[in-house]
Protein backbone atom coordinates (compact mmCIF):
# COMPACT_ATOMS: atom_id res chain seq x y z
CA UNK A 1 0.00 0.00 0.00
CA UNK A 2 2.84 2.59 0.88
CA UNK A 3 4.25 1.87 -2.54
CA UNK A 4 0.87 2.33 -4.28
CA UNK A 5 0.35 5.71 -2.40
CA UNK A 6 4.43 6.54 -3.63
CA UNK A 7 3.45 5.73 -7.13
CA UNK A 8 0.39 7.63 -7.19
CA UNK A 9 2.74 11.10 -5.70
CA UNK A 10 5.08 10.29 -8.68
CA UNK A 11 2.37 10.54 -11.30
CA UNK A 12 0.78 13.59 -10.41
CA UNK A 13 3.97 15.72 -9.74
CA UNK A 14 5.35 14.41 -13.41
CA UNK A 15 1.78 15.37 -14.82
CA UNK A 16 1.82 18.97 -12.96
CA UNK A 17 5.46 19.61 -14.76
CA UNK A 18 4.47 17.65 -17.75
CA UNK A 19 1.08 20.51 -17.90
CA UNK A 20 3.69 23.94 -17.27
CA UNK A 21 6.41 22.78 -20.16
CA UNK A 22 3.34 22.79 -22.57
CA UNK A 23 1.70 25.35 -21.46
CA UNK A 24 5.09 27.86 -21.55
CA UNK A 25 6.15 26.03 -25.14
CA UNK A 26 2.65 27.27 -26.29
CA UNK A 27 3.23 30.91 -25.46
CA UNK A 28 6.65 31.44 -26.62
CA UNK A 29 5.54 30.28 -30.12
CA UNK A 30 3.03 32.68 -30.65
CA UNK A 31 5.33 35.05 -29.30
CA UNK A 32 7.77 34.35 -31.85
CA UNK A 33 5.31 33.93 -34.64
CA UNK A 34 4.19 37.66 -34.12
CA UNK A 35 7.77 39.25 -34.13
CA UNK A 36 8.62 37.76 -37.29
CA UNK A 37 5.28 38.82 -38.95
CA UNK A 38 5.92 42.39 -37.12
CA UNK A 39 9.53 42.34 -38.82
CA UNK A 40 8.31 41.23 -42.17
CA UNK A 41 5.41 43.97 -42.33
CA UNK A 42 8.18 46.53 -41.73
CA UNK A 43 10.38 45.68 -44.02
CA UNK A 44 7.64 45.31 -47.15
CA UNK A 45 6.37 49.10 -45.16
CA UNK A 46 7.90 52.21 -48.31
CA UNK A 47 10.23 54.41 -46.98
CA UNK A 48 9.60 58.32 -47.25
CA UNK A 49 12.47 59.81 -49.75
CA UNK A 50 13.15 63.12 -51.62
CA UNK A 51 14.33 62.77 -55.06
CA UNK A 52 16.14 65.40 -57.49
CA UNK A 53 17.27 65.59 -60.64
CA UNK A 54 21.16 66.16 -61.50
CA UNK A 55 21.66 69.30 -62.69
CA UNK A 56 24.25 71.16 -64.49
CA UNK A 57 26.68 73.69 -62.63
CA UNK A 58 28.40 76.52 -64.76
CA UNK A 59 29.43 78.61 -61.06
CA UNK A 60 30.50 77.70 -57.52
CA UNK A 61 30.04 79.84 -54.29
CA UNK A 62 31.41 79.08 -50.80
CA UNK A 63 29.87 80.55 -47.90
CA UNK A 64 32.19 82.34 -45.22
CA UNK A 65 31.97 84.27 -42.31
CA UNK A 66 34.32 87.50 -42.60
CA UNK A 67 35.44 90.43 -40.28
CA UNK A 68 35.33 94.35 -40.41
CA UNK A 69 38.67 95.72 -40.53
CA UNK A 70 39.20 99.84 -41.13
CA UNK A 71 41.55 100.38 -43.46
CA UNK A 72 45.16 101.99 -42.68
CA UNK A 73 45.48 105.09 -43.94
CA UNK A 74 48.87 105.54 -42.93
CA UNK A 75 51.97 103.74 -41.51
CA UNK A 76 53.80 106.30 -38.68
CA UNK A 77 57.58 105.71 -39.30
CA UNK A 78 60.20 108.31 -38.10
CA UNK A 79 62.27 110.13 -40.12
CA UNK A 80 65.48 109.59 -37.74
CA UNK A 81 66.73 107.16 -35.10
CA UNK A 82 66.13 107.80 -31.30
CA UNK A 83 64.37 106.13 -28.51
CA UNK A 84 61.26 107.25 -27.68
CA UNK A 85 60.69 109.77 -24.79
CA UNK A 86 56.61 110.21 -24.71
CA UNK A 87 53.84 108.69 -26.47
CA UNK A 88 50.82 111.48 -26.75
CA UNK A 89 48.18 109.27 -28.69
CA UNK A 90 46.60 106.04 -27.85
CA UNK A 91 43.89 103.71 -29.84
CA UNK A 92 41.06 105.04 -31.17
CA UNK A 93 42.04 108.46 -30.79
CA UNK A 94 41.00 111.17 -33.39
CA UNK A 95 43.96 112.94 -34.76
CA UNK A 96 45.01 115.73 -37.37
CA UNK A 97 47.52 115.91 -39.82
CA UNK A 98 50.89 117.24 -38.81
CA UNK A 99 49.49 116.38 -34.65
CA UNK A 100 52.85 115.72 -32.46
CA UNK A 101 52.10 111.62 -31.92
CA UNK A 102 55.67 110.75 -30.49
CA UNK A 103 58.29 112.11 -28.69
CA UNK A 104 62.55 111.15 -29.51
CA UNK A 105 65.79 111.53 -27.16
CA UNK A 106 69.32 110.46 -27.67
CA UNK A 107 70.64 106.99 -26.36
CA UNK A 108 71.42 106.66 -22.44
CA UNK A 109 69.63 109.64 -21.76
CA UNK A 110 71.55 112.15 -23.39
CA UNK A 111 70.80 115.06 -25.54
CA UNK A 112 70.58 114.19 -29.77
CA UNK A 113 72.86 114.74 -31.78
CA UNK A 114 70.04 117.02 -33.53
CA UNK A 115 69.29 119.11 -30.89
CA UNK A 116 73.00 119.99 -29.90
CA UNK A 117 73.45 121.18 -33.96
CA UNK A 118 70.54 122.72 -33.20
CA UNK A 119 71.85 124.75 -30.26
CA UNK A 120 75.18 125.36 -31.93
CA UNK A 121 72.92 126.87 -34.43
CA UNK A 122 70.69 129.39 -32.65
CA UNK A 123 73.93 130.48 -31.15
CA UNK A 124 75.76 131.20 -34.64
CA UNK A 125 72.49 132.85 -35.22
CA UNK A 126 71.87 135.01 -32.39
CA UNK A 127 75.56 136.22 -33.08
CA UNK A 128 75.19 137.09 -36.96
CA UNK A 129 71.76 138.57 -35.61
CA UNK A 130 73.82 141.23 -33.20
CA UNK A 131 76.36 141.49 -35.82
CA UNK A 132 73.78 142.47 -38.48
CA UNK A 133 72.02 144.88 -36.07
CA UNK A 134 75.55 146.55 -35.34
CA UNK A 135 75.95 146.81 -38.83
CA UNK A 136 72.74 148.87 -39.37
CA UNK A 137 73.33 151.08 -36.58
CA UNK A 138 77.11 151.71 -37.36
CA UNK A 139 75.87 152.69 -41.09
CA UNK A 140 73.24 155.23 -39.65
CA UNK A 141 76.05 157.00 -37.98
CA UNK A 142 78.51 156.17 -40.48
CA UNK A 143 76.17 158.58 -43.43
CA UNK A 144 75.73 160.83 -40.24
CA UNK A 145 79.71 161.17 -40.20
CA UNK A 146 79.95 160.96 -44.00
CA UNK A 147 78.76 164.76 -43.93
CA UNK A 148 81.39 165.64 -42.19
CA UNK A 149 84.04 164.10 -44.10
CA UNK A 150 82.57 165.54 -47.27
CA UNK A 151 84.03 168.74 -45.92
CA UNK A 152 87.51 167.58 -44.98
CA UNK A 153 87.59 165.31 -48.30
CA UNK A 154 89.91 168.05 -49.58
CA UNK A 155 92.32 168.01 -46.63
CA UNK A 156 92.60 164.19 -46.46
CA UNK A 157 93.22 164.30 -50.40
CA UNK A 158 96.87 165.13 -49.54
CA UNK A 159 97.73 161.83 -47.25
CA UNK A 160 95.71 159.62 -49.79
CA UNK A 161 98.96 159.51 -51.92
CA UNK A 162 100.78 157.97 -49.04
CA UNK A 163 98.35 155.37 -48.69
CA UNK A 164 98.10 154.28 -52.66
CA UNK A 165 101.25 152.08 -52.18
CA UNK A 166 99.68 150.37 -48.90
CA UNK A 167 96.31 150.00 -50.89
CA UNK A 168 98.23 148.19 -53.73
CA UNK A 169 99.98 145.70 -50.56
CA UNK A 170 96.48 144.84 -49.17
CA UNK A 171 95.03 144.80 -52.47
CA UNK A 172 97.88 141.78 -52.90
CA UNK A 173 97.56 140.72 -49.54
CA UNK A 174 93.59 140.10 -50.09
CA UNK A 175 93.92 138.41 -53.40
CA UNK A 176 96.49 136.26 -52.11
CA UNK A 177 94.23 134.97 -49.09
CA UNK A 178 91.27 134.62 -51.85
CA UNK A 179 93.48 132.41 -53.88
CA UNK A 180 94.88 130.44 -50.76
CA UNK A 181 91.27 130.16 -49.04
CA UNK A 182 90.34 128.60 -52.91
CA UNK A 183 92.87 126.24 -52.58
CA UNK A 184 91.59 125.34 -49.48
CA UNK A 185 88.25 125.23 -50.58
CA UNK A 186 89.09 122.78 -53.42
CA UNK A 187 91.40 120.78 -50.97
CA UNK A 188 88.29 120.38 -48.52
CA UNK A 189 85.63 118.99 -51.29
CA UNK A 190 88.40 116.76 -52.18
CA UNK A 191 88.75 115.80 -48.70
CA UNK A 192 84.98 115.97 -48.02
CA UNK A 193 84.18 113.78 -51.07
CA UNK A 194 86.98 111.24 -50.19
CA UNK A 195 85.38 110.69 -46.41
CA UNK A 196 82.10 110.73 -47.85
CA UNK A 197 83.17 107.85 -50.55
CA UNK A 198 84.22 106.20 -47.24
CA UNK A 199 81.01 106.29 -45.50
CA UNK A 200 79.16 105.15 -48.03
CA UNK A 201 81.66 102.17 -48.81
CA UNK A 202 81.66 100.93 -44.86
CA UNK A 203 77.59 101.28 -45.62
CA UNK A 204 78.01 99.38 -48.60
CA UNK A 205 80.05 96.61 -46.69
CA UNK A 206 77.32 96.54 -44.19
CA UNK A 207 74.11 95.48 -46.94
CA UNK A 208 76.59 93.10 -48.45
CA UNK A 209 76.73 91.75 -44.77
CA UNK A 210 72.75 91.78 -44.15
CA UNK A 211 72.18 90.17 -47.72
CA UNK A 212 74.80 87.53 -46.97
CA UNK A 213 72.92 86.39 -43.66
CA UNK A 214 70.17 86.49 -45.40
CA UNK A 215 70.99 84.16 -47.91
CA UNK A 216 72.25 81.88 -45.07
CA UNK A 217 68.72 82.57 -43.21
CA UNK A 218 66.60 81.84 -45.96
CA UNK A 219 68.66 78.49 -46.76
CA UNK A 220 67.81 77.52 -43.06
CA UNK A 221 64.32 78.13 -43.83
CA UNK A 222 63.88 75.92 -46.58
CA UNK A 223 66.24 73.13 -44.60
CA UNK A 224 63.23 73.44 -41.90
CA UNK A 225 60.20 72.88 -44.59
CA UNK A 226 62.27 70.19 -45.42
CA UNK A 227 62.47 68.63 -41.96
CA UNK A 228 59.04 69.37 -41.37
CA UNK A 229 57.74 67.68 -44.49
CA UNK A 230 59.89 64.70 -43.38
CA UNK A 231 58.64 64.78 -39.89
CA UNK A 232 55.01 64.93 -41.07
CA UNK A 233 55.73 61.71 -43.91
CA UNK A 234 57.00 59.76 -40.93
CA UNK A 235 55.37 57.89 -38.17
CA UNK A 236 58.48 56.60 -36.24
CA UNK A 237 58.68 58.33 -32.72
CA UNK A 238 62.29 58.06 -32.37
CA UNK A 239 62.86 59.56 -36.05
CA UNK A 240 60.15 62.50 -35.50
CA UNK A 241 62.17 62.89 -32.06
CA UNK A 242 65.41 63.20 -34.19
CA UNK A 243 63.70 65.50 -36.91
CA UNK A 244 61.87 67.77 -34.31
CA UNK A 245 66.12 68.10 -32.49
CA UNK A 246 67.07 69.27 -36.03
CA UNK A 247 64.06 71.46 -36.53
CA UNK A 248 64.86 72.85 -33.04
CA UNK A 249 68.88 73.44 -33.92
CA UNK A 250 67.66 75.12 -37.80
CA UNK A 251 65.70 77.71 -35.50
CA UNK A 252 68.14 78.56 -32.76
CA UNK A 253 70.52 78.74 -36.05
CA UNK A 254 67.44 81.41 -37.44
CA UNK A 255 67.18 83.02 -33.82
CA UNK A 256 71.47 83.45 -33.50
CA UNK A 257 70.78 85.31 -37.43
CA UNK A 258 68.27 87.05 -36.61
CA UNK A 259 70.45 88.63 -33.53
CA UNK A 260 73.04 89.28 -36.02
CA UNK A 261 70.70 91.56 -38.12
CA UNK A 262 69.40 93.41 -35.73
CA UNK A 263 72.65 94.21 -35.07
CA UNK A 264 74.10 95.02 -38.32
CA UNK A 265 70.63 96.15 -38.68
CA UNK A 266 71.39 98.94 -36.16
CA UNK A 267 75.37 98.97 -37.13
CA UNK A 268 73.66 100.55 -40.63
CA UNK A 269 71.64 102.47 -39.12
CA UNK A 270 74.20 104.63 -37.27
CA UNK A 271 76.75 104.39 -40.28
CA UNK A 272 73.20 106.08 -42.27
CA UNK A 273 73.07 108.63 -39.19
CA UNK A 274 76.83 109.23 -38.75
CA UNK A 275 77.01 109.42 -42.87
CA UNK A 276 73.94 112.07 -42.90
CA UNK A 277 75.68 113.87 -39.74
CA UNK A 278 78.95 114.08 -41.33
CA UNK A 279 77.40 115.88 -44.56
CA UNK A 280 75.76 118.33 -42.69
CA UNK A 281 78.75 119.12 -40.87
CA UNK A 282 80.83 119.21 -43.94
CA UNK A 283 78.32 121.09 -45.64
CA UNK A 284 78.70 123.98 -42.94
CA UNK A 285 82.34 123.69 -43.41
CA UNK A 286 82.25 124.65 -46.90
CA UNK A 287 79.58 127.43 -46.64
CA UNK A 288 82.06 128.49 -44.14
CA UNK A 289 84.89 128.99 -46.22
CA UNK A 290 82.80 129.84 -49.17
CA UNK A 291 81.70 133.26 -46.59
CA UNK A 292 85.56 133.60 -45.92
CA UNK A 293 85.86 133.70 -49.68
CA UNK A 294 83.24 136.35 -50.04
CA UNK A 295 84.57 138.27 -47.18
CA UNK A 296 87.69 138.99 -48.96
CA UNK A 297 86.34 139.34 -52.25
CA UNK A 298 83.87 142.29 -50.70
CA UNK A 299 87.55 143.25 -48.77
CA UNK A 300 89.00 143.07 -52.38
CA UNK A 301 86.65 145.17 -54.04
CA UNK A 302 86.20 147.95 -51.22
CA UNK A 303 90.39 148.18 -51.65
CA UNK A 304 89.91 148.68 -55.05
CA UNK A 305 87.59 151.32 -54.66
CA UNK A 306 90.17 152.80 -52.08
CA UNK A 307 92.79 152.91 -54.91
CA UNK A 308 90.49 154.50 -57.34
CA UNK A 309 89.67 157.34 -55.00
CA UNK A 310 92.98 157.82 -53.59
CA UNK A 311 94.35 157.73 -57.60
CA UNK A 312 91.33 160.90 -58.10
CA UNK A 313 92.61 162.48 -55.31
CA UNK A 314 96.26 163.05 -56.78
CA UNK A 315 94.64 163.86 -59.83
CA UNK A 316 96.11 161.11 -61.89
CA UNK A 317 92.93 160.62 -63.61
CA UNK A 318 90.72 162.26 -66.26
CA UNK A 319 87.89 162.79 -64.99
CA UNK A 320 89.54 164.77 -61.67
CA UNK A 321 88.29 168.01 -61.96
CA UNK A 322 88.61 169.85 -58.61
CA UNK A 323 88.73 169.05 -54.30
CA UNK A 324 84.59 169.22 -54.31
CA UNK A 325 84.07 165.79 -56.94
CA UNK A 326 87.34 164.55 -54.83
CA UNK A 327 85.43 164.96 -51.89
CA UNK A 328 81.82 163.72 -53.58
CA UNK A 329 83.50 160.47 -54.87
CA UNK A 330 85.17 159.83 -51.28
CA UNK A 331 81.11 160.23 -50.18
CA UNK A 332 79.94 157.78 -52.72
CA UNK A 333 83.03 155.66 -51.92
CA UNK A 334 81.82 155.79 -48.20
CA UNK A 335 78.23 154.70 -49.40
CA UNK A 336 79.37 152.04 -51.16
CA UNK A 337 81.44 150.54 -47.76
CA UNK A 338 78.28 150.66 -45.97
CA UNK A 339 76.88 148.78 -48.63
CA UNK A 340 79.17 146.73 -48.65
CA UNK A 341 79.58 145.71 -44.98
CA UNK A 342 76.05 145.51 -44.96
CA UNK A 343 75.56 142.97 -47.38
CA UNK A 344 78.40 141.25 -45.51
CA UNK A 345 76.48 141.03 -42.76
CA UNK A 346 73.33 139.92 -44.39
CA UNK A 347 75.10 137.38 -46.54
CA UNK A 348 76.32 136.71 -42.87
CA UNK A 349 72.88 136.45 -40.78
CA UNK A 350 71.48 134.11 -44.22
CA UNK A 351 73.82 131.50 -43.76
CA UNK A 352 73.35 131.11 -40.21
CA UNK A 353 69.80 130.99 -40.76
CA UNK A 354 70.06 128.56 -43.84
CA UNK A 355 72.23 126.72 -41.12
CA UNK A 356 69.40 127.05 -37.80
CA UNK A 357 66.55 125.61 -40.36
CA UNK A 358 68.93 122.96 -41.32
CA UNK A 359 69.35 122.34 -37.71
CA UNK A 360 65.59 122.86 -37.29
CA UNK A 361 64.49 120.60 -39.91
CA UNK A 362 66.62 117.59 -38.32
CA UNK A 363 65.64 118.46 -34.58
CA UNK A 364 62.06 118.07 -35.90
CA UNK A 365 62.62 115.14 -37.26
CA UNK A 366 62.56 114.21 -33.12
CA UNK A 367 58.79 115.25 -33.21
CA UNK A 368 57.07 112.40 -35.25
CA UNK A 369 54.17 113.45 -36.57
CA UNK A 370 50.45 112.63 -38.30
CA UNK A 371 50.93 112.46 -41.69
CA UNK A 372 47.46 112.15 -42.12
CA UNK A 373 43.88 112.86 -40.26
CA UNK A 374 41.98 109.67 -38.96
CA UNK A 375 41.63 107.55 -35.73
CA UNK A 376 44.48 105.85 -34.01
CA UNK A 377 44.82 102.31 -34.86
CA UNK A 378 47.86 100.15 -33.33
CA UNK A 379 50.07 101.65 -31.32
CA UNK A 380 53.21 99.66 -31.63
CA UNK A 381 56.09 100.83 -29.27
CA UNK A 382 56.16 102.13 -25.54
CA UNK A 383 58.32 104.66 -23.65
CA UNK A 384 62.17 103.55 -23.77
CA UNK A 385 61.67 101.51 -27.07
CA UNK A 386 64.59 101.87 -29.53
CA UNK A 387 62.88 103.01 -33.08
CA UNK A 388 64.35 103.69 -36.64
CA UNK A 389 62.88 104.77 -40.23
CA UNK A 390 62.21 101.35 -40.48
CA UNK A 391 60.01 100.31 -38.03
CA UNK A 392 55.69 101.36 -38.03
CA UNK A 393 54.79 102.93 -34.14
CA UNK A 394 51.33 103.27 -35.51
CA UNK A 395 48.69 102.94 -38.10
CA UNK A 396 46.08 105.66 -38.68
CA UNK A 397 42.70 104.17 -39.65
CA UNK A 398 40.04 105.49 -41.75
CA UNK A 399 36.33 106.11 -39.64
CA UNK A 400 34.69 105.82 -42.79
CA UNK A 401 36.78 103.29 -45.04
CA UNK A 402 36.26 99.21 -44.20
CA UNK A 403 37.08 96.04 -45.39
CA UNK A 404 36.21 92.48 -44.72
CA UNK A 405 39.05 89.83 -44.12
CA UNK A 406 37.76 86.67 -44.45
CA UNK A 407 40.07 83.29 -44.08
CA UNK A 408 39.30 80.32 -46.49
CA UNK A 409 41.01 76.69 -47.24
CA UNK A 410 43.95 76.47 -49.42
CA UNK A 411 41.93 74.48 -52.19
CA UNK A 412 38.84 77.27 -51.99
CA UNK A 413 41.30 80.16 -52.05
CA UNK A 414 43.12 78.64 -55.35
CA UNK A 415 39.58 79.40 -57.25
CA UNK A 416 39.45 82.83 -56.04
CA UNK A 417 40.20 85.58 -58.49
CA UNK A 418 41.26 89.36 -57.20
CA UNK A 419 39.01 91.44 -58.74
CA UNK A 420 35.58 89.21 -58.88
CA UNK A 421 32.83 90.14 -57.16
CA UNK A 422 31.75 88.74 -53.46
CA UNK A 423 28.01 88.86 -52.22
CA UNK A 424 28.23 90.30 -48.96
CA UNK A 425 25.19 89.87 -46.47
CA UNK A 426 23.90 93.38 -44.82
CA UNK A 427 20.48 93.59 -42.98
CA UNK A 428 18.07 92.13 -45.54
CA UNK A 429 19.84 92.12 -48.64
CA UNK A 430 22.93 91.01 -50.50
CA UNK A 431 25.17 93.75 -51.76
CA UNK A 432 28.16 92.94 -54.60
CA UNK A 433 31.89 93.53 -53.49
CA UNK A 434 34.81 93.32 -55.27
CA UNK A 435 37.38 91.20 -53.81
CA UNK A 436 40.91 93.19 -52.99
CA UNK A 437 43.59 90.22 -52.74
CA UNK A 438 43.42 86.67 -52.09
CA UNK A 439 47.00 86.29 -49.79
CA UNK A 440 49.62 84.05 -51.55
CA UNK A 441 50.26 82.13 -47.88
CA UNK A 442 47.81 80.51 -45.65
CA UNK A 443 47.90 81.18 -41.99
CA UNK A 444 50.84 78.92 -39.81
CA UNK A 445 48.11 78.05 -36.96
CA UNK A 446 44.71 78.19 -38.99
CA UNK A 447 45.94 77.13 -42.17
CA UNK A 448 43.35 79.51 -43.59
CA UNK A 449 44.07 81.98 -46.83
CA UNK A 450 43.24 85.52 -45.90
CA UNK A 451 40.89 86.99 -48.66
CA UNK A 452 40.04 91.43 -48.61
CA UNK A 453 36.66 92.50 -49.77
CA UNK A 454 36.01 95.87 -50.28
CA UNK A 455 33.30 97.25 -48.47
CA UNK A 456 30.35 99.99 -49.40
CA UNK A 457 30.70 103.43 -47.84
CA UNK A 458 28.17 102.46 -44.93
CA UNK A 459 28.44 102.21 -41.79
CA UNK A 460 30.32 99.49 -40.38
CA UNK A 461 32.06 98.43 -36.84
CA UNK A 462 35.66 97.23 -36.37
CA UNK A 463 35.63 93.40 -35.95
CA UNK A 464 31.76 93.01 -36.93
CA UNK A 465 31.09 89.44 -38.33
CA UNK A 466 29.52 89.57 -41.73
CA UNK A 467 28.86 86.58 -44.04
CA UNK A 468 29.67 86.66 -47.68
CA UNK A 469 29.58 84.36 -50.34
CA UNK A 470 32.52 84.15 -52.69
CA UNK A 471 32.77 82.98 -56.12
CA UNK A 472 35.19 79.91 -56.67
CA UNK A 473 36.92 79.83 -60.23
CA UNK A 474 36.31 75.99 -61.38
CA UNK A 475 37.56 73.52 -65.03
CA UNK A 476 33.72 72.43 -65.57
CA UNK A 477 33.31 71.24 -68.88
CA UNK A 478 29.62 71.75 -70.82
CA UNK A 479 28.94 68.27 -70.13
CA UNK A 480 29.22 67.75 -66.31
CA UNK A 481 26.46 67.33 -63.87
CA UNK A 482 26.65 67.33 -59.97
CA UNK A 483 24.44 65.99 -56.94
CA UNK A 484 24.45 66.31 -53.39
CA UNK A 485 26.95 65.28 -51.87
CA UNK A 486 24.82 64.08 -48.95
CA UNK A 487 22.72 61.12 -51.09
CA UNK A 488 26.29 59.68 -51.99
CA UNK A 489 27.21 56.84 -50.12
CA UNK A 490 31.58 56.48 -50.11
CA UNK A 491 33.00 53.59 -49.01
CA UNK A 492 36.75 52.32 -48.92
CA UNK A 493 36.54 50.86 -52.32
CA UNK A 494 33.32 52.23 -54.10
CA UNK A 495 30.81 54.90 -53.60
CA UNK A 496 26.91 54.30 -54.76
CA UNK A 497 23.94 56.45 -54.67
CA UNK A 498 20.58 55.64 -55.07
CA UNK A 499 17.97 56.18 -57.70
CA UNK A 500 13.98 55.64 -57.89
CA UNK A 501 12.93 52.51 -60.15
CA UNK A 502 9.39 53.16 -59.95
CA UNK A 503 8.12 52.69 -56.43
CA UNK A 504 11.40 50.55 -55.60
CA UNK A 505 15.12 52.13 -54.66
CA UNK A 506 17.84 50.77 -56.35
CA UNK A 507 21.56 51.35 -55.61
CA UNK A 508 23.95 52.10 -58.36
CA UNK A 509 28.14 52.48 -58.15
CA UNK A 510 29.11 55.97 -59.23
CA UNK A 511 32.32 57.28 -60.24
CA UNK A 512 32.88 60.65 -58.35
CA UNK A 513 34.56 63.42 -59.60
CA UNK A 514 35.68 67.24 -57.79
CA UNK A 515 33.85 68.55 -55.11
CA UNK A 516 32.44 71.80 -55.30
CA UNK A 517 30.79 73.04 -51.79
CA UNK A 518 27.80 70.74 -50.66
CA UNK A 519 27.51 69.30 -54.48
CA UNK A 520 29.58 66.85 -55.95
CA UNK A 521 30.60 65.92 -59.57
CA UNK A 522 29.48 62.57 -61.04
CA UNK A 523 32.28 60.85 -63.81
CA UNK A 524 30.37 57.51 -64.28
CA UNK A 525 27.53 55.32 -63.32
CA UNK A 526 24.52 57.73 -64.13
CA UNK A 527 22.79 59.44 -66.52
CA UNK A 528 21.38 63.16 -66.30
CA UNK A 529 18.11 62.02 -66.65
CA UNK A 530 18.03 59.62 -63.52
CA UNK A 531 16.02 60.46 -60.31
CA UNK A 532 18.75 60.65 -57.32
CA UNK A 533 17.28 59.70 -53.58
CA UNK A 534 18.94 62.36 -51.52
CA UNK A 535 16.52 62.03 -48.13
CA UNK A 536 16.00 59.36 -46.14
CA UNK A 537 18.65 56.83 -48.50
CA UNK A 538 20.90 55.06 -45.35
CA UNK A 539 18.09 54.24 -44.50
CA UNK A 540 17.29 52.20 -47.99
CA UNK A 541 18.60 48.72 -49.19
CA UNK A 542 18.58 47.78 -52.73
CA UNK A 543 15.12 46.75 -53.93
CA UNK A 544 13.46 48.75 -51.09
CA UNK A 545 9.87 49.94 -51.86
CA UNK A 546 9.42 53.99 -51.49
CA UNK A 547 6.81 56.75 -50.97
CA UNK A 548 7.95 59.59 -52.77
CA UNK A 549 7.72 62.79 -49.69
CA UNK A 550 5.19 65.95 -50.79
CA UNK A 551 7.88 68.05 -48.91
Known amino acids: ?51 VTPEQVEKFYIDALGTVQSKIQAEIMPSTSGIVSEILISPGQQVNEGQILFRLKGNNNTSHPSERQLQIALENLNQAQINYDSTVANNQVAAQVSELELQSAIN ?18 VRDTIQILNDSLENTIEKN ?10 IDDLIIQINELQDQKRGILIDIDELDDEFDDTE ?51 NQLISQIQQ ?60 YQTAQDNADSLLVKATTSGIIGNVN ?31 AAEGIIPGSTAEIAIADRSVEAPILSVSPIADKQTKLVNVIIDLPPV ?16 DITSEAFFIPLDAVTIGTEESSVFVREGSVAKRVVVELGEVYGDQVEILSGLTAEREIIVRNAKYLTDGQAIEISKN
Open 236 to 286: NPEKQAMLNQAIQSKQEQIQSLNSTLDELYKNIENARFGYETTLDNLKIGD
Open 156 to 173: QAEAASLNVQQINQNIQG
Open 381 to 411: VETGDSVSPQNVMAEIISAKSFQLEVGVDIQ
Open 296 to 355: QENQLEVLELNRLSTIESLGLEENTTNALELAKQGYQTKQIQRKTSLAQAESQLEIAKMN
Open 459 to 474: FFRNNQTMEVRLPIRS
Open 193 to 202: TTTLAKSRSD
Open 1 to 51: MKFLRYLLYFIIIAGIIAAGIAFFTSNNGVETNENEQNQVQADERPVKVTT
